[in-house]
């Protein structure tokens, strides 16, 4: 089974719709990401949780809310999806909070539809 | 800010070509670099990293060697296989309480047979 799962795959929603992709993982990490895909500019991050009490915006944070329920699960929620949020999100842990290498592993990515 | 500039896809080679994707990077300290690999329809994996100036990472026939002078952390194999198409990206972190990733933009690869 994958250490990072995203819900749904796919999602094909209309504006002004809310939306909420969720993210479970099964690592025992304490640190949680969400990222946007878009064709061209890589990945650019959108919050992230350091633990179930904190919550970070990251450089994209706008039009955009967070919940981390669970060490194990962290959900982005888009409150009135507008279409261009159009794009693949992903979410990702870290365990290594010592550590200088911060590596992130990722799940399996959500592609969301606007219309 | 930090930031990571990659060169711009697509790179399209035969099987068994020399792979370079240059990748240079500005930063405010001494940032932590990797190369992270994203085959189609999956999310991304660490392909490799290198901590220090002069450090060189690699994995499954890839390599990236730090080089503090020029700002880069070019990506190198020496004959690529069909296997090896996918997007790459490569991305730094800084110390500090956030270490968050900075990512280039990737680029796509296609090796042909």
């Known amino acids: 089974d994958a250490d990072v799962t995203q819900t749904p795959r796919n999602r094909i929603t209309k504006t002004g719709k809310r939306i909420m992709l969720e993210c479970s993982q099964t690592?025992?990490?304490?640190?949680m990401y969400w990222y946007r895909q878009d064709p061209g500019l890589g990945l650019r991050l959108i919050y992230y949780?350091?633990?179930?009490?904190?919550?970070n915006k990251g450089e994209i944070s706008d039009g955009y809310s967070v919940s981390r329920q669970a060490q194990a699960k962290f959900s982005l929620s888009l409150e009135s999806a507008i279409p261009n949020q159009t794009a693949l999100y992903f979410c990702a842990t870290s365990g290594d909070t010592s550590s200088f290498y911060n590596e992130q592993f990722f799940g399996p990515g959500t592609r969301l539809t606007v219309l | 800010g930090d930031s990571v500039t990659q060169m711009e896809g697509p790179v399209t080679l035969s099987e068994e070509a020399f792979l370079t994707i240059n990748c240079t990077y500005t930063a405010t300290g001494y940032p932590s670099l990797f190369w992270y690999v994203q085959y189609p329809g999956e999310g991304l994996q660490l392909l490799l990293k290198a901590t220090k100036a002069d450090d060189k990472g690699s994995n499954k026939g890839f390599e990236a060697t730090y080089r503090k002078e020029t700002t880069s952390f070019h990506l190198e194999k020496g004959s690529v296989q069909v296997s090896d198409s996918a997007v790459y990206f490569c991305?730094?972190?800084?110390?500090?309480?956030?270490?968050?990733?900075?990512f280039g933009s990737g680029t796509q690869l296609t090796v042909l047979p």
């Open positions: 690592k025992g990490h304490d640190r």
């Open positions: 949780s350091f633990d179930v009490k904190d919550i």
């Open positions: 991305a730094l972190t800084l110390s500090g309480s956030a270490r968050q990733l900075t």
